[in-house]
C-alpha cells in the first residue's frame, strides 16, 4: 500500500510542479473564485486535480484522498522555498563575482526581497544562493525559478490515514490494558496489483503505546511506514497542557551551547519594581556527554572511511562498465557488504545524535522545573555555519544536534506550559554581565596567554573571571529577560523568537543568593549525593591513611628554631638542575584528545541520572512536607504519568 500511494502522488506532484499552480494552491482561492479548503486533499480536489489509479489496479476512493492529502502537502509545502528562490534572484548582486560573501545594503535588499526576510537565518538563504550557483556554472545562466532549480520532489513512503474516514481505518485503545495499548484496524491489499475489492482485506494491529503517552491523552489517526521491513507508527496525541505566557515572565533559565561542554546554564530573576533589576546565585549547571560525543566522533571516522572505499570501488565498477566488461563479481559482493556497513553505521550515528538531543532537552526542562522558571532563553544559532573554522571544527559543527536539541525541548516545554525564547547569539561571551565591559580572553586563569576558554573583565572595579560559557548564559538570559516585549511567535513549532536586541535593554547582572526556600519557608543546603564518605575498605578517601610519620632524630626534635643539630639520614635535598617543560594545551574549541585512559564514568559522583555518559549537575527540587531531609523528591515525566512505565520499541 505504502508503494502504491506513493505512485499516485508522485504523478499529481509531477504534473503540476510549476510555479503557477504553485502560487493558485497557495492563495487560497480556485480559479473561479471559490475559497479552497484546509485540507489538502478537498483542495485539490476543488481545483481538479485529482489521482487516478495505475491500470487494472483497484483502489478506493479513501485510499485516493491519502495519495490527494500527500501531494497537496508537498505542493503547499514547496511554495515557501519559490518565494525564498524568487527574492534571492530578484536581488542578485550583479557586480559581485562572490554572492555567498555579500555587503550590509545587498543583504537588506535581499531580506527585503524575501516575505518575512528578518525571520529567515542567513544560513538558508546561502544554502539557496549555493544551489543557484551550481545551476548557473552547469547551465551558464540563472534558473527562473524554483520549479526550474529543482526537480519534482516524491511524495515520500508513507500512508497519511488521516485523510481517510472510518472505514477505512479506526484507532482506539486496547479493552483489557487501555494505558498500555491501542488496535489499529485498517484495510489493506494482500497483494502488489489489486484487481478488485476482494483483495483488499481488514487487518488489525496491535501496537504497544510509549510510556510518554498519558492515559488520558486523546489517540489521533497514525502515519503507517515502513522502515528496514518493519511497519511502524507514527501515532500523534493531543493532552490539555498549560498555555505558555508571551511576557510576565520573573524567572528563566538560560543556557549556553558549546562543543566540549554541551551546555552549560543557569537561573537568572528578575526584579520589578521602580529600578528592574537582574539577580543570580552564579551557580551555574553543567551537561557534559564527552562520553558520547567521542563514540559519536568514532563512527563518524569509521563512516567516512567505508565510503571512502565505497567511493573507490564504484569508480572501479563504473570504469569498468563503461570500457564494456562486466564488473568483477568479487568487487560487486564487496560492495554491497560496504554499503550495508555503512548504513549501519549510519544509522547507530542518528540513535546517538537523538539521544544526545533528547537528554539536553529533559534536562533543560527539568531544571526549569525545579527551579520554578516560567521561560527557558537559548541562542539562536541557525546561522552558524561549519566553514572556515578548521577541518576539525566544521566536521564537529556540521555533525552536531542543535537543531534537533531546541526542537526536543520546544515539544518537551510545552507540557508544562514552559516558554522556550532563541536570542541573538552576537555578542554573548563578549561583554561582562556584571558591568558590561569588554571581556579580555586567555586560556586559564592562571595564564594571561591569549586564548578563547577563560573571560576576565579588565574593569577594576568589578574584576569578574569565569569561564566564557559561564558569563554567555548570563547574557542570554538577560536578554531573555529584558526583551519580553519583542518576543515574535513562530508559528511553525510555538517557541519564540527575539530578532534583534535593543542596547539600552541591556542591564549588568547582580550576583547575590537567591532567597532560601524549604518545607519551613527557609533555605536549606542540597544534600550530598556523592557515595565519597568513608567504608570499611576506604576508611578516609581522598585523604592519607593513618600511617605514623618517620621518626624524627632527638636532637632535632630538641633543639630550637634556628640553633645547630644533627640533620636526618640521607642526601641533602637538591634543586632541580632542569625544569621539565609542561607540554602546552590546544587552545581551540575543537579540541578533543584521545582519553589517557578508558572512559570510567563516574555517574553518582557527578550527578546524572539521563545517560551514563552523561554527566549532569544535580538540581532538586524544595522537599515536600513529611519527607526526610536529604532526600530530594523525584521528578520525572514518568513518575507524573498515571501510565504504567513500560519500555517500548514500537512507535
Known sequence: MTDLVEAMATEVIAAHWSRKDLDLLASGKASSGEALPSNAWMALRTLGWTATAPSGVYVSDRVRRIAEEQAGRVLRSAH????????????WPAGNLDPIRRTPVEWEALRAAVPDGAGIPASVLRARTR????????????????????????????????????????????????????VLTVRLPVCPDPCSRADWHTAVVRFRLPPTIEATAALHTPTLRVRNGRLRLDVAHSTAVPKAQRTGHVRAVAFDYGLNTLLTGGTLTLDGGPGPALHTDGRPAFLRVNGVLAKADRLRIQAEQLWTKVAH????????????????????????????????????????????????????????????????????????????????????????????????????AARYGIAVVVVPARGTSKYCPRCLTHFRHHTAPDNPRA??????????????????????????????????????????????????????????????????????????????????????NRPAPNRRRGVPAPPTPPST???????????????????????????????????????????????????????????????????????????????????????????????
Open 313 to 412: 570501488l564504484q569508480r572501479l565498477a563504473e570504469g569498468r562498465r563503461a570500457a564494456g566488461i562486466r564488473p568483477a563479481p568479487l568487487v560487486v559482493a564487496k560492495l554491497t557488504v560496504l554499503r550495508e556497513e555503512h548504513r549501519r553505521i549510519s544509522r547507530r550515528r542518528e540513535h546517538l545524535n537523538r539521544a544526545i538531543a533528547r537528554t539536553a532537552a529533559r534536562f533543560m526542562v527539568e531544571h526549569a522545573r525545579a527551579t520554578d522558571a516560567s521561560v527557558i532563553c537559548l541562542e539562536d544559532l541557525r546561522d552558524m555555519e561549519a566553514r572556515g573554522k578548521g577541518r576539525t571544527l566544521n566536521t564537529r559543527l556540521s555533525t552536531s544536534v542543535r537543531g534537533q536539541i531546541v526542537a526536543d525541548t520546544i515539544h518537551h
Open 451 to 536: 586564548g578563547w576558554k577563560w573571560a576576565t573583565c579588565p574593569n577594576a572595579a568589578c574584576g569578574y573571571s569565569a569561564d566564557r560559557d559561564v558569563a554567555a548564559w548570563q547574557r542570554i538570559g538577560t536578554r531573555g529577560l529584558t526583551h519580553q516585549h519583542q518576543y515574535v511567535l513562530n508559528r511553525a513549532d510555538g517557541s519564540y523568537l527575539l530578532r534583534s536586541t535593543v542596547e539600552e535593554l541591556d542591564q549588568p547582572v547582580q550576583h547575590v543568593p537567591l532567597p532560601a526556600r524549604s518545607s519551613s519557608g527557609t533555605q536549606t543546603r542540597p544534600a550530598d549525593r556523592t557515595k565519597s564518605g568513608p567504608t570499611r
Open 557 to 651: 626534635a630538641s633543639a630550637e628554631p634556628g640553633a645547630g643539630g644533627k640533620r636526618p639520614a640521607g642526601r641533602l635535598p637538591q634543586p632541580p638542575l632542569r625544569r621539565g617543560r609542561r607540554r602546552e594545551r590546544r587552545q581551540a574549541p575543537h579540541t578533543m584528545s584521545p582519553p589517557r585512559r578508558p572512559h570510567r564514568p563516574r555517574g553518582t559522583h557527578l550527578g546524572t541520572g539521563f545517560h551514563l555518559h552523561a554527566h549532569a549537575t544535580p538540581t532538586t527540587r524544595p522537599r515536600a512536607a513529611g519527607r526526610r531531609p536529604g532526600h530530594p523528591r523525584p521528578f520525572s515525566t514518568r513518575a507524573e504519568s498515571p501510565a504504567t512505565p513500560r519500555k517500548t520499541q514500537a512507535r
Open 80 to 91: 515557501w522555498r519559490a518565494e525564498v528562490v524568487e527574492g534571492v534572484l530578484a536581488s
Open 131 to 182: 544551489q543557484i550557483l551550481t545551476f548557473a556554472a552547469a547551465r551558464h545562466r540563472l534558473p527562473a525559478d524554483v520549479c526550474e532549480l529543482e526537480a519534482a520532489p516524491g511524495a515520500g513512503g508513507q500512508v497519511v490515514l488521516a485523510a481517510a474516514d472510518k472505514q477505512l481505518t479506526t484507532l482506539e485503545r486496547c479493552e483489557d490494558d487501555p494505558a498500555r495499548f491501542a
